[in-house]
């Protein structure tokens, strides 16, 4: 056994088997296939929703590019969301992009601006970073040049856009409600399961701090 195995089993006994049961229950409907990107979003509202909806629909990662709005957490908000969304810092729109595409993702920027698919009609089956705007301004050039896709979500009324936090959400769910009835492999391979399950175990256990230390010395 592993010392990872071995701090799971450890850190386990701190929490109950429901609880345990409950952690797995979420992980196993968890994906990487999609992630998210927010782009200078100003209000911590909207991108605390975004977080928020990324656990509800089961998206794991959401990437932050602070070049010009920092990112700020909130709890109210996010409903503790943000404690189970592993979140993910860029100081620039390029590195996200660059990283984003190293890790086999496509660009999808989410615009009403630019010809693209219809939400309903977007091919699900490509691993793609889904990127989202700041306010007003939309999504920069750099996305916008660089995308390998663009999706939107169709709408009949005057106004022509919607809230972020409302358009990730319902672009999250649809996606999200399509990758599960699909035979596509969406699931988190058995290392990240593994690998999240026992930092939410720690999440979960009151003093981690000092079991950490007492499973320490007794490995030592």
């Known amino acids: 056994m592993d010392t990872n195995s071995k701090l799971l089993n450890y850190l386990s006994a701190f929490i109950t088997e429901e609880r345990l049961n409950q952690l797995e229950r979420v992980l196993e409907q968890r994906t990487k296939h999609f992630t998210v990107a927010l782009e200078n979003i100003y209000q911590p509202h909207n991108s605390n929703a975004v977080i928020r909806s990324c656990d509800c629909f089961g998206i794991q990662d959401c990437h932050v590019i602070e070049s010009f709005n920092e990112f700020k957490t909130s709890k109210q908000v996010s409903k503790g969301a943000i404690k189970w969304v592993d979140v993910y810092k860029y100081n620039h729109t390029t590195q996200a992009i660059d990283s984003l595409k190293s890790k086999g993702y496509q660009i999808v920027a989410t615009t009403p ?10 091919d699900i089956s490509k691993p793609s970073a889904l990127f989202f705007g700041a306010e007003k301004k939309g999504l920069s050039e750099d996305v916008l040049q660089k995308a390998d896709s663009y999706i939107k979500i169709p709408m009949v009324g005057h106004t022509e856009s919607l809230n972020i936090s409302v358009s990730a959400a319902i672009v999250l769910q649809h996606l999200s409600q399509e990758l599960r009835k699909s035979t ?16 939410w175990v720690k999440k979960s256990v009151a003093r981690v701090e000092a079991h950490l230390r007492q499973f320490e010395h007794l490995h030592s």
């Open 113 to 122: 601006h630019t010809s693209g698919f219809d939400l309903q009609d977007f």
């Open 184 to 199: 596509i492999d969406w699931r988190l391979s058995d290392k990240q399961f593994e690998q999240i399950r026992l930092e």
